[in-house]
Every structure is written in C-alpha cells, then in structure tokens.
C-alpha cells in the first residue's frame, strides 16, 4: 500500500509537469512558420523526458519519507512505542518526521507513567486492604472479641484507603486541568497565619519552634484559599516530619515581580541529590517516610492550577521549597 502511494505521487506529479511542458512546448513550435515548427518538437519532447525524470526523482524523495511515517504509524497504533523514523527528504518533511518521533517518545513516557501509576496505587492499596481483611477474618474466626478497638484499627485502614483515593482524584483532576477554583482576593499574611494556626500544635508536640518571616509590603492575590492551604499543608507537614527537635520550620513571603512567592524552610538533613529531580512525582518518597507520596505532587498540581510555580532547593542544612503564585 505505501509503494503504491509512493508511485501515485510520482506518476500524477510527472503526468502534470509533462503535460504543461510538452503543450508549451507545441503551441510554441505552432508559432512559427511552417519550416521552423520541426525543431521545437523534438526539443519539446526531450525536455518533456527531462523533466518526467527529474520530477520522478523530486517525488520519490518527497514520497519516500511520508511514506516511512505512515508505516512507522501503523506500528504506533499497534503499539509499539519505540518507532522512530529517519528525519529526511525536504526541509517540510524532515519537520514532519521530527515532529512524529517527538510524539512517539510522549507517548511511550505516558504509557510508562500509566504503569507505573497503576503498580503504585496497587501497591498502596495493598497494605490497608490486607489489614483489613486479617482483622475481619480474626473477628469473624473469634480470634478477637468484636469490640472498639479491633473495629478501630479495620476503621483506620479504610481511612488511609479513602485519604489515598481522594489524594489521587485531587491529582488527575487538576492534572487534566478540571479543577474548579475558587479564587478570592486574599492576603498572603492570612494564608501564612491560618498555616500556622494549624500546625503548631503539631510543632510544640515535635519539640520543632515554627517561625514565619514575611518580609516588605506583600500585594492581595487572588486565590483559592482552600487549595493554597492544602498547599502550605502539604509543606508545612513534611518539613515537619523531617525536622529533628530543636530544629526550626519557618514560613516566609515575599513580593516578586507581578505575584508572591511563599516558602516553606527547614532545618532537617535535606534531600539526597539524586532524589531532588523527582521530588514532584507521584510516589516520590523516602523509604523512611510514611504516606503514599503524593503530597509535594498534589501541591505542584495546585499551584500550576492558578498559573504558578513551585520549585525546591536542599543541602546538608535543611530544604526550602517555594511557590510562586501570580497576582
């Protein structure tokens, strides 16, 4: 089928180009007077084979590279997404070629990432169901009396369970960009005090001082609220956990440029350097750490929802991590 495009395309491009040649070239040999016509039609014809060849030539290497994507297309399509094609042929078709291998490498990352994404959750899953299912075989089995505290621990693992599950809906809503958003003219100053509200009991318990440092006049944003708080929760809540008592967690705000930039800092062991490049993805985590790791992705996803951007810096004295949010 792809030969017989390729042919297709160079018969009809000779077949035009012969035609206009070689009627030009006979209504110009019509032109002159009788004795004069002869030559012109054996020059007619000569060119018109001329140009038939180089035309057959242009053609097979116009057709020859469209015809090597629409076959490494139907690899695509049957899935194998490691096809790529040869970027040749003129300048238009060699961009064509680009841009379906550009696609092809997007969609074998995807289709990586949906694997992935679904080992993970099966992974996360599997923990509170299987501690679900011993107690409620223990209860049912009367190995332990049906009271509270039995029931309370099958409750708590549907609670990790229901948290896991809304964690992952928050993310694929706002990655496919169907997040509704609640925005409000709101002070950076009261996103900073309601974090704070929240957490330091938290800190007192941790044995952790948390600080905020808001620095200059800092301009209303509008926002919603409760996103940007589920933010700076998500934040404030891992600095926590890996800051060792004595330590310090200290919120900061400043203006910049056209918006507000908050920041979250502490003074924990930071994060390794290897790790730091996937600190955003999903199941990004510390073995030590519990949780699922979803966490910082959810707060890159909300903040990239009001038109931000969140970034994170580490050493051996701690980790900041930063969002930028537009005025």
Known sequence: MRRHFARKVVVVLAVFVATIVGLSALIGGLLFRE????????FGIALVILVIVL??????????PVVDVMEAADRVAAGDYETRVRERG?????????AFNEMTERLGTNEARRRQLLADVA??????????????????????????????RVLDETAVMSRLLNDLQTLSTAEAGALVLHREPT?????????????????????VRLETRPTGFLPEIEVDRLR?????????????????????????????????????TDTGSGIPPERLPHVFDRFSRAPESPGAGLGLAIARSLVEAHGGTIRAASGPGGTTISFTLPR
Do not use: C, K, M, W
Request: hydrophobic content about 40%; glycine content about 14%.
């Open 187 to 207: 002070g950076p100053h009261q996103l900073i005090d309601g974090a704070v509200r929240s957490f330091t009991a938290q800190a007192t318990d941790a044995g």
């Open 123 to 152: 992974h996360e899953l599997r923990t509170p169901l299987s501690v679900i299912q011993a107690n409620l075989e223990a209860l049912i089995d009367g190995l332990y009396p049906i009271d509270g505290a039995h029931l309370r």
């Open 35 to 42: 004795g004069q016509r002869g030559p012109y039609l054996p």
């Open 90 to 98: 003129p300048r238009e078709v060699q961009r064509l070629g680009r």
């Open 55 to 64: 035309v057959t030539r242009a053609g097979r290497r116009f057709a020859s």
């Open 228 to 264: 940007i708080g589920e933010v700076l929760g998500n934040l404030l809540s891992n600095a926590l956990r890996h800051t060792p008592s004595g330590g310090v967690v200290t919120l900061g705000a400043i203006a910049v440029g056209d918006g507000v930039e908050l920041s979250v």
